[in-house]
T-cell receptor, first 112, second 114 residues
Framework: DAKTTQPTSMDCAEGRAANLPCNHS???????VYWYRQIHSQGPQYIIH???NNETNEMASLIITEDRKSSTLILPHATLRDTAVYYC?????????????FGSGTRLQVQP | GAGVSQSPSNKVTEKGKDVELRCDPI?????LYWYRQSLGQGLEFLIY????????KSGLPSDRFSAERTGGSVSTLTIQRTQQEDSAVYLC????????????FGAGSRLTVL
């Protein structure tokens, strides 16, 4: 899996967009970018993933740069319930023989 | 079921006792994973059941830890002769296919070893 770098922590005001960056400069052509989050005292929750095109679902948007060396997860209108640790994971699509592994992620604190 | 179910949600045990933690994955999911998370720490992979293939046990920290998955469904994680450092939240996840990267996690079982 390609190495990822995320800021340790970020703050965001409630109602504003939260933009969480992830650097993955060694990403390979067949590796996807996955995002999960873990709200305190809960199991991780899958958010979104993408290969090269920008993706959007009901939870978030994923913007991947043209060179694919970095990406940004966007929560368009952050709420207090979005306070969580956000994990960016880069790996080959659904053919892995190893289980998913999680780094240390970004701790997002949404402020009232 | 609708989600991944884990039991018990909380378990307090004395050092040296054996414990069993249960995971009931989403119906039809072929892959099942166990992770643990110590207080304030990241997620640590333990074991991965990948359909009919041999499980990947590479994350089990010692031979006191074992897991079974019966009938391709329910899984039990057993910790023998528990130690205080085993205290953690044990998380189970399942996915529709082996090798998938979209996992659904349960709420976890919090183990406290006194």
């Amino acid at each position: 899996d390609a190495k990822t770098t995320q800021p340790t922590s970020m703050d965001c005001a409630e109602g504003r967009a939260a933009n969480l960056p992830c650097n993955h400069s060694t990403i390979s052509g067949n590796e996807y970018v996955y995002w999960y989050r873990q709200i305190h005292s809960q199991g991780p929750q899958y958010i979104i993933h993408g290969l090269k095109n920008n993706e959007t679902n009901e939870m978030a948007s994923l913007i991947i740069t043209e060179d694919r060396k970095s990406s940004t997860l966007i929560l368009p209108h952050a709420t207090l319930r979005d306070t969580a640790v956000y994990y960016c994971i880069v790996r080959v699509g659904d053919t892995g023989r190893r289980a998913l592994t999680f780094g240390s992620g970004t701790r997002l604190q949404v402020q009232p | 079921g609708a989600g991944v179910s884990q039991s018990p949600s909380n378990k307090v045990t004395e050092k040296g006792k054996d414990v069993e933690l249960r995971c009931d994955p989403i119906s039809g999911h072929t892959a099942l994973y166990w992770y643990r998370q110590s207080l304030g720490q990241g997620l640590e992979f333990l074991i991965y059941f990948q359909g009919n293939s041999a499980p990947d046990k590479s994350g089990l920290p010692s031979d006191r830890f074992s897991a079974e998955r019966t009938g391709g469904s329910v899984s039990t994680l057993t910790i023998q002769r528990t130690q205080q450092e085993d205290s953690a939240v044990y998380l189970c996840a399942s996915s529709f296919q082996t090798g998938a990267n979209v996992l659904t996690f349960g709420a976890g079982s919090r183990l406290t070893v006194l």
